[in-house]
């Protein structure tokens, strides 16, 4: 099974022409959870960099969308029902 990805666009450094970058869910998920940078590439001038403020924000956007599509691809009753178990909900 493929590795889930997050699809985003990027703006090159050098052109300012905008492409469509793919990075795996986790990488993107792991790196904006511990601050650790995000490489990103442009295929037009292959070129790596890392992502700045503004675009580690514009894919936190993409991703956080994502989620909630997944979301509502599934049932929703269930993710209800699983969401608030707490730690004290077996003591109450
Ligand atoms: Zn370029």
Redesign the pocket.
Known sequence: MPEPTLKFSLT??????ESVSELPIALIANALLIGKTLRLH?P??D?YWTATFAEREQIRKSLAALKMDAHANRTPRLAAHTAPAGKHSAVA
Do not use: Q
């Not at 090159?12 to 022409?17: G, H, M, R, V």
């Open positions: 090159c450094p050098d052109c300012a022409l442009s037009c001038h070129r």
